[in-house]
């Protein structure tokens, strides 16, 4: 399981111009998190005449949107984030899927709304029969110099053969070796979980990613997988928190489902 890393400082927001001028986003420390940090680094976005910001990037464009939506929520006066670690700073074309994990997607403490949104989600996608669901993905394509990219609307359209059809998409780039060294790791992570009586992880994903741009293929760090998204989480030390017994069965057939994925696609097209 992923450590987190508590990083105090602020990140504060300039305006050059008052209509259709830029907005610099900056940070007053600098995070030590990988050997490519950029020192108090600046990401400039465009302030619209209707008030809109937007972001020149081109490379993916769900990143541009969820990125401008961060500096939207600082604009109108929110005061405290989480800083999260960038897991693929050093890749230079990074391949990501992040898979929702689990049968239940929301936490003890949602709304009945919020309950019945989410179970309305899992019952139509993936998550109620294999217990995982693809929320994002991004995959480079050597021969137009593009990524490919699959958002979590796409995700929750998908049915279990296509799910299965994407993955083998992003598996054949990955490689054998990498794939192979994925399996190994699922597998070991499974065999903790299945021991970790008590916790449930409602609403976390699995975050994969490789470097399609490397001939270094150390068959432990060819392929990064991280588990993350715990704000839903819980286990039985949390004293206020409705208390569990056993393992998280939901987590566990979302693992089962992807060792399962895995193993045909080794098997069938990496052969």
Not at 10 to 15: G, M, Q, V, Y
Not at 149 to 158: F, L, T
Request: aromatic share 10%.
């Amino acid at each position: 399981m992923a450590k987190e890393k508590i990083v105090k400082g602020s990140i504060s927001i300039s305006l050059r111009g008052c209509v259709d001028g830029s907005l610099t986003l900056s940070t007053d420390v600098d995070v030590p998190c990988h050997s490519r940090t950029v020192p108090n680094a600046e990401v400039v976005f465009r302030l619209s005449k209707g008030g809109r910001v937007e972001a020149d990037r081109y490379d993916n464009a769900w990143a541009r949107q969820c990125q401008s939506k961060v500096v939207q929520k600082l604009l109108k006066g929110y005061a405290w984030f989480v800083l999260l670690e960038n897991v693929v700073a050093q890749f230079a074309r990074p391949c990501v899927v992040d898979l929702k994990m689990g049968t239940r997607q929301y936490g003890d403490d949602a709304s009945a709304q919020k309950r019945a949104t989410q179970t309305h989600k899992c019952r139509t996608s993936t998550s109620a029969e294999m217990g995982v669901r693809l929320v994002g993905m991004q995959l480079y394509k050597e021969e137009t110099g593009t990524y490919f990219y699959v958002n979590k609307y796409d995700g929750r359209q998908m049915d279990c053969e296509t799910f299965r059809e994407t993955l083998t998409e992003y598996f054949i780039k990955a490689g054998r070796l990498r794939t192979i060294s994925l399996l190994k790791k699922l597998t070991a992570l499974r065999k903790l979980l299945a021991a970790a009586s008590g916790f449930r992880f409602f609403s976390s994903s699995l975050l994969i990613a490789f470097d399609a741009k490397t001939d270094k293929l150390d068959a432990e760090k060819c392929i990064d997988v991280r588990m993350i998204d715990f704000a839903h989480s819980t286990f039985e030390g949390f004293l206020d928190d409705e208390r569990y017994s056993g393992p998280d069965e939901g987590y566990l057939l979302g693992i089962d489902s992807l060792i399962e994925v895995l193993n045909n696609i080794i098997n069938r097209n990496l052969t």
